[in-house]
């Protein structure tokens, strides 16, 4: 099959960036959407002319590293699936496809289709954590864990750190992927003795980056490979306006 | 056989690593601080080692490829991580771990690392579920537990199909800790690109910005390599795209003993590869073989669909060969009864190059809805990659690339020939022989980070207290320069052929020749096969833009440049061992049923290749003693 | 006074301080419509009940004392709201500074995409709205106290009930997205309501949206009558009203 591609080309991040054409011939519909990429830019290769920078790394859904705007939508048109998972059998023959780096002022884009995540980095070391040392952890059947909150847990733990979730918010909002790992801490008895000093210190952080509000817009569910809904944005205010409005964060 | 002391400490096996530990020399806590520790790698070894010895106080610098340190490829581990807890009183043990992983590994590993892998494991699962790691639960509120890789006890933990992930995340979190309190400093998007090595010891690497492209200088009192394994060298794997032999191998360069670099598994439930510009192979969860049974058809060149083939007329090959084990065979011994039935020509899909793995009987005995509470996640995944529906048809699997056992070579401290060089996780060749089993790459890396390194490297330190460190040293000038002439040399040849198109062909040369069984005559053409592709690569290779600049395909054309040398070793490695063991079959070498033939008396020991020389190879023997198991025949009939 | 000013810098502070003044004017169209519905009742009815607003906690409170603290909540609440609601606007312009060339959304609804406009034009709506019957400045025929009188004539004029429609329409959609958002915005989730809480704001925005139109609707059927001109005592008191 045939696919045109309409994607953002950008030297650098001071330079104003372009959409540029290229129509890629001979495409297996078996192919991946980022195999799709890899054909482009052999062809690019061969014809002397730079090839698209675009992240990725597992190709499986797991790493978080890939991701761009298809269509207009974070990880393409297939919902619950990144975009190295997404494959052309979800085109047509003949299909124009729009291709954007994630926008938002705190991951500014680095190159073509690749931006700087360490943001949400920076999130999780200002306290995304259980501070416990190397050695000295007791049995690990010594902390019993109700089976509902261990799956929940995880639920939210299941987080790739992708930034979907901020790049479809019309906001350019970080609190799902927060939420995410606050909720994730928050549910576990581990993650108890921090739980409000770790909440306010993230979202703290979170707002310091320059990432935008939730207006609980619902986009960033809907895009989330990993199907972590806005209930995790709930527990995540609740957390932080107790912690902050009631005072419990000592110190902070 | 010069410096080959492996160093194990003496004494009796189970006492070994606690009687060391107390002996090993200590840091004191104020001198920590003065010591610079550069870790390369951010996987499940790096990343715990590097936050275990943030913690202690040392100043660690972390380095990774990707953009942060969380997109490790342990990420991707699927399955589980062992640990000899015993929770479910069935008879686990450490000795029992430590034997079944020997054995597993076809009596290929040094009994005195493999002991202390086991009885780590149990302090292991303690830490991540202390660091929030959300493991697996009964109803009770306990971890729950399964069997994993046809093991006969259930001592494999997991996180649903994301253990590596949850463990990585744990990992990753005590390292942002560390970051926060100043003691790590973290170089995303940085790659090492050669290692330092003045008077015969490591001092600090070379490092490029992905981004800037500026080449960095590193010293460090310790050097620690935990950048994973190489099965990129096949280009098709389950690795993920970045993963790489360029610091192993440029170490190696600089006088790194390599071990075993032959020894790779294959694992055998992947799905098949469907088309020429596929990229990646996937890797389908193993204990899909708890359930689903292997089959392909009995006639060559079979037409009908999966369902119109009555049961008669279907091979269950592995039920019929391996009565006692069936499809829990082990990986390799799995893997190679597929390829066996795909090149007879019975292979199933488009392209013939897949066996079935059916879940029809197990979901008319246990119901859909418990195949899907088990499995749902993987035949979703299964289903979205092929557009096939598993829970109707068969899926189609085949085996691929997953593993490298072999790596730089370490003493029992985990340290590579080059004193102040560790290497820790998939990147040494410590723990798993000739065959890794599952679920216990994850265990390994962890008790190297966590539980090992942090002890000897600070009985290493403790020597080298009020010794400067320097990046302005002869030594580090003359590899910035040959690294320089390197990229340059990359840029400069502006042939015709890209990146990705040597890097297939090289694969596949690899794979057909040094993959599931290997060959004197197969080897040794791939052997000049290797070398004309490298001049072809030096010849005619076309990399486009600058080195002063995000420039990917020139990342990668580094990568390929190292896997096209390691794979001469690899097949060197091969021939080199003349008998079958574990992941290495060499067809020469079977006992009249098919089975490998290991050869004691010859080869019960560690090829360790020595590049001191450029250019070329000595080979070092460390012999393996087996003082508390006696190597038997693997038989799973 | 660090704290206040501390937690005003929380965005989500602001987001839980625009749900609960939400609230409080959601609580107050809320007793609006119920009241207003008293029109269907008579002039003498709505107009008594105009008056016993005016009337309660007395004597304790002074005559219009709790009116004018009522008043004053609401006040409070708009400027909160409202604060609230430019602030983080500009947080969020600020967050992604070029846009896309086209986002294509998956499930972002109508309401939710439009709040500010909504907002804005409900602001607007409520000036006019006070100007008219309350203040009676734009009114045609506006009589301090018969506030049924001027209902009816007021709202008689089909272009001003127009308006009254389309600005009752806005704020049903408003309704609709705000009082789903408050649950998230406060952090109130749990299993066991949340599948209730969409349900409970589209319940509120079409009972307040429906209850609201009755009036103009109903006058602009012929169901409420006009009334002869002796009903309804004038009182001088309420030509204040609310000064701007
Ligand atoms: C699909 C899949 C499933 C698996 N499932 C299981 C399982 O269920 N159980 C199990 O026990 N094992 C499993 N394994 C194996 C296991 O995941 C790996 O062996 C293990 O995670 C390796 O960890 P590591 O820390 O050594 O290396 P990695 O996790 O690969 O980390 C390597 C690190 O080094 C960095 N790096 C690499 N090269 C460079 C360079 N040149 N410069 C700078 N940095 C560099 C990378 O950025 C990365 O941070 C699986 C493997 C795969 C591929
Ligand atoms: C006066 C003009 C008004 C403006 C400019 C305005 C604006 C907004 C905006 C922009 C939001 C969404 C904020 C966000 O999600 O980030 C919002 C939410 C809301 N508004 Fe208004 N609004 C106004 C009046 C009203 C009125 C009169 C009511 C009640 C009847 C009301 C009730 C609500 C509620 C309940 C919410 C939800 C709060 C939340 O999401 O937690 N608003 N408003
Ligand atoms: C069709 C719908 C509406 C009708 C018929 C109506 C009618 C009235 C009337 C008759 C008064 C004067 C009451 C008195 O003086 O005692 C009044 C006051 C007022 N209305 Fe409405 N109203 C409507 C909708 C709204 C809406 C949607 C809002 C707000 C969002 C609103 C806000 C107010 C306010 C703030 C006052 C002044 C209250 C006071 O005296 O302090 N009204 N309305
Ligand atoms: S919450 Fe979902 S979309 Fe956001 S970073 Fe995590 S996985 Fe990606
Ligand atoms: S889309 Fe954005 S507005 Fe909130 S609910 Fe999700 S973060
Ligand atoms: S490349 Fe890893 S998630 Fe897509």
């Known amino acids: 099959m045939r696919i045109t591609l309409e994607i953002w080309r950008q ?95 705190a991951m500014p884009v680095l190159r073509d289709l690749i931006v700087d995540r360490t943001a949400l980095d920076r999130i999780v070391q200002a306290g995304g954590y259980v501070s416990v040392n190397t050695g000295g952890a007791p049995d690990a059947n010594s902390i019993p864990v109700q089976k509902e909150h261990s799956d929940l847990a995880f639920d939210a733990a299941t987080c790739i750190g992708c930034a979907a979730c901020v790049a479809q918010c019309p906001n350019g909002a970080a609190q799902l992927f927060v939420a995410a790992k606050v909720g994730h801490l928050a549910m576990l008895p581990q993650g108890q003795p921090e739980r409000y000093r770790r909440v306010v210190a993230m979202v703290d952080q979170m707002e310091a980056e320059g990432f935008g509000s939730c207006s609980n817009h619902r986009e960033c569910e809907a895009v989330c490979p990993k199907g972590i809904g806005v209930e995790w944005i709930a527990r995540l205010n609740r957390d932080y306006l107790v912690a902050k409005v009631g005072g419990l964060a000592r110190g902070r | 056989m010069t410096g080959l002391d492996a160093r194990v400490p003496p004494g009796a096996l189970e006492h070994k690593w606690r009687e060391y530990r107390d002996d090993l020399k200590l840091v004191a806590p104020n001198n920590r601080r003065k010591f610079r520790i550069l870790v390369v790698g951010s996987g499940l070894a790096g990343a715990s080692c590097a936050a275990s010895l943030g913690e202690l106080g040392y100043q660690v610098d972390c380095f990774c490829y990707q953009d942060s340190a969380r997109r490790a490829h342990s990420i991707a581990a699927q399955g589980g991580i062992n640990a000899a807890k015993n929770y479910r009183n069935d008879g686990d043990s450490v000795f029992r771990l430590f034997y079944d992983t ?3 590994g076809d009596f290929r590993s040094r009994e005195a690392n493999v002991y202390r892998l086991a009885e780590i494991s149990l302090a292991i699962i303690d830490q991540a579920v202390a660091q929030g790691v959300p493991f697996a639960r009964e109803y009770g509120g306990l971890l729950d537990n399964r069997s994993f890789g046809g093991a006969q006890v259930s001592r494999t933990f997991y996180a649903r199909g994301q253990t590596g992930q949850q463990l990585l995340l744990g990992a990753y979190q005590a390292l ?87 020894f790779t598994q294959i694992h055998p439930t992947c799905i098949p590869q469907s088309g020429e510009m596929q990229s990646k192979l996937t890797l389908m969860s193993e204990s899909l073989r708890n359930d689903g049974r292997i089959w392909v058809p009995l006639r060559v060149g079979e037409e009908r669909s999966a369902a119109e083939i009555p049961e008669a007329e279907r091979d269950y090959y592995l039920e019929r060969r391996y009565p006692a084990f069936g499809n829990l065979v082990p990986r390799d011994v799995a893997s190679r009864n597929a390829k066996h039935v795909v090149d007879e020509g019975r292979g199933v899909g488009r392209l013939r190059n897949g066996v079935f793995l059916d879940f029809a ?78 679920a216990s790459a994850l265990m390994q890396g962890l008790a190297d980070g966590y539980f090992v390194a942090p002890y000897t490297i600070a009985n290493f330190l403790s020597s080298h207290l009020g010794e400067g460190t320097s990046t302005e040293s002869q030594a580090f000038h003359d590899v910035e320069s040959d690294v320089r002439a390197r990229i340059d040399r990359l840029l400069a040849v502006q042939g015709g052929r890209t990146v990705d198109e040597l890097h297939r062909e090289l694969g596949r040369v690899v794979w057909d020749e040094c993959g599931m069984s290997r060959k004197r005559a197969g080897l040794e053409s791939a052997i000049a096969r290797v070398r ?63 089975e490998a033939l290991r050869d004691d008396e010859r080869y019960s020991h560690v090829s360790v290749w020595d590049m001191s020389e450029p250019g070329t190879w000595r080979l070092h023997r460390e012999p393996l003693l087996f003082e508390n198991v006696t190597p038997s025949t693997r038989s799973y009939r | 006074m660090k704290r206040p000013a501390s937690l005003w810098r929380s965005a989500i502070v602001q987001k839980a301080a625009m749900a609960v003044s939400g609230l409080v004017l959601f609580g107050f169209v809320l007793g609006h419509m119920a009241g ?39 006040l409070l609440a708009v400027a909160v709201h409202v604060a609230a609601a430019i602030q983080l606007t500009l947080v969020n312009k600020k967050a992604r500074p070029r846009g896309y060339k086209r986002l294509q959304p998956v499930q972002l609804d109508y309401a939710s995409r439009t709040m500010r406009w909504s907002g804005i034009l409900i602001l607007a709506y409520v000036v006019y709205h006070l100007m008219h019957l309350t203040w009676g400045n734009v009114h045609p025929d506006f009589r301090p106290g018969d506030v049924y009188a001027n209902l009816v004539t007021g709202l008689g004029q089909w272009p001003v009930a127009a308006a009254y ?15 789903w958002s408050v649950f998230q915005s406060l952090g109130l989730d749990h299993p066991v309501y949340r599948g209730a809480r969409k349900p409970f704001a589209v319940v509120f925005a079409v009972v307040v949206t429906v209850g609201f139109l009755a009036v103009p609707v109903g006058v602009l059927a012929g169901w409420l009558e006009p009334v002869p001109r002796d009903v309804g005592a004038p009182r001088a008191e309420l030509a204040g009203g609310i000064q701007p």
């Open chain 1, 11 to 105: 030297e650098n991040p001071a330079d104003p960036g372009r959409f540029e054409t290229f129509a890629v011939d001979d495409v297996s519909a078996e192919s991946s959407f980022l195999e799709l990429l890899d054909q482009l830019n052999i062809r690019l290769e061969r014809e002397g002319r730079r090839p698209v920078a675009f992240d990725h790394d597992c190709r499986e859904g797991i790493c978080g590293a890939c991701g761009v705007m298809i269509q207009g939508t974070a990880h393409g048109p297939r919902a619950r699936i990144t975009a190295c998972q997404l494959h052309l059998r979800e085109f047509a023959d003949g299909d124009t496809v729009r291709v954007e780096p994630w926008r938002a002022a």
């Open chain 2, 102 to 104: 020997i054995k597993g």
């Open chain 2, 176 to 262: 942002s800790r560390q970051i926060a309190a100043g003691t790590v400093r973290m170089h995303p998007r940085t790659e090492m690109l050669d290692l330092v090595v003045e008077e015969g010891r490591a001092v600090g690497i070379l490092t490029r910005d992905l981004v800037s492209g500026a080449i960095q200088r590193h010293a460090g009192s310790a050097v620690v390599i935990a950048t994973g394994g190489y099965s990129n060298v096949y280009f098709l794997s389950t690795n993920a795209k970045g993963c790489n032999v360029t610091s192993i191998w440029r170490a190696h360069r600089r006088g790194a003993f390599l071990a075993n670099p032959s």
């Open chain 2, 361 to 438: 009987v197990a979901i008319g005995n246990l119901g859909r809805a418990r195949i899907e509470a088990k499995y749902g996640n993987l035949f979703e995944m299964y289903a979205s990659i092929t557009g096939e529906n598993p829970y109707e048809t068969p899926m189609r699997i085949y085996p691929a690339p997953h593993y490298t056992m072999g790596g730089l070579w370490v003493d029992y401290d985990l340290q590579s020939n080059l004193p102040g060089l560790f290497v820790l996780g998939e990147a040494n060749f410590s723990d798993h022989g000739a065959n890794r089993l599952g």
């Open chain 2, 532 to 594: 004309d592709l490298r001049d072809e690569f030096w010849g005619d290779l076309k990399v486009v833009g600058t080195g002063e600049e995000l420039n990917q395909s020139l990342e990668r054309a580094g990568r390929v440049a190292d896997f096209l040398e390691l794979a001469e070793l690899m097949c060197i490695d091969a021939l080199d061992r003349e008998e079958s063991c574990g992941g290495h079959f060499r067809e020469e070498y079977q006992t009249a049923e098919g």
């Open chain 3, 36 to 74: 207003n519905l008293k029109a269907f009742q008579g002039p003498e009815k709505l107009n008594a009940y105009a008056e016993w607003l005016r009337e309660i906690g007395a004597p304790a409170v002074p005559h219009g004392g709790v009116l004018w603290v009522a008043r004053a909540t609401l």
């Open chain 3, 165 to 179: 429609i389309v600005a009752n329409l806005l704020l049903g959609l408003h309704l609709y997205h705000g009082l």
